[in-house]
């Protein structure tokens, strides 16, 4: 077990550290965190490096140190990719949809933002493009570049591989983890609609499939 972290640590420049360095932003290893996340997700790919990588810089920037333990109410993780990615965000913060602790976004970017609700504080972080390069950069010597990018992606430094950007979200009541701030009923199809997902339509309470955003269509 890890100690958490101090505001000392967070200044060193991580780039002069081995990676077993970003250990100190969890009660565990990067290791031990993608051993989590490969069982979880069902198989070790270079998304799971850049998940499990990306939700420690996340929960760490934000002042997180134990996301599925002690801090496990301050934490909000919002994803912008539904891949593999999304996952090891999951492993690594215990966020998850369920819970109302992960928001998915479909943005189809390698992106995810971590929100502190206790303190208010969040940062974006997205995978750099360049990280590609980067990778062929660091290790030529690796043949397949599935490897290589699994391997560099351990490797690398922090800003080689992301983008950070501290950001403000706003989290309305409805959209908070607890009970339902609301429950009505859809004019048309009658179906409950929690959490003012309803649309009023020429005084007509619809949930949003019958006010024409269904996703399927009955047949
Ligand atoms: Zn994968
Ligand atoms: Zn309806």
């Known amino acids: 077990m890890i100690g958490r972290i101090s505001t000392d640590q967070i200044r060193v420049d991580p780039s002069h550290l081995p990676y077993q360095w970003f250990i100190l932003s969890s009660m565990e290893t990067m290791e031990e965190l993608l051993e989590r996340a490969e069982q979880s997700h069902g198989h070790m790919c270079a998304g799971q490096v850049l998940g499990v990588r990306m939700a420690m810089l996340g929960c760490r920037a934000v002042g997180v140190a134990d996301p599925r333990g002690a801090d496990r109410k301050s934490l909000i993780a919002f994803v912008e990719i539904d891949r593999c990615a999304a996952d090891a965000v999951n492993t690594v ?3 998850r949809l369920g819970k109302r602790t992960l928001k998915y ?6 992106a995810a933002t ?3 609700v206790k303190t208010g504080e969040a940062v974006r972080v997205v995978a750099l493009d360049s990280s590609r390069e980067a990778a062929d950069r660091a290790f030529p010597e690796i043949e397949s570049k599935y ?3 699994l391997h560099a ?3 690398l430094p922090e800003d080689e ?3 950070v950007e501290t950001v ?3 989290l309305p009541p409805q959209d908070r983890p607890g009970r339902p701030v609301s429950r009505v ?3 048309e199809c009658g179906e409950g609609i929690n959490d003012h997902r309803e649309v009023i339509s020429e005084d007509r309470t619809l949930c949003r499939a019958c006010a024409g955003e269904a996703y399927y269509t009955r047949l």
């Open 93 to 95: 913060t215990g966020c």
């Open 105 to 110: 976004y479909d943005y189809g970017k390698l």
């Open 114 to 116: 971590f929100l502190n």
């Open 147 to 149: 490897e290589r990018q």
């Open 153 to 155: 992606y351990k490797l």
């Open 161 to 163: 591989l992301f983008k």
């Open 168 to 170: 403000r979200v706003t």
């Open 185 to 187: 009923q859809c004019d």
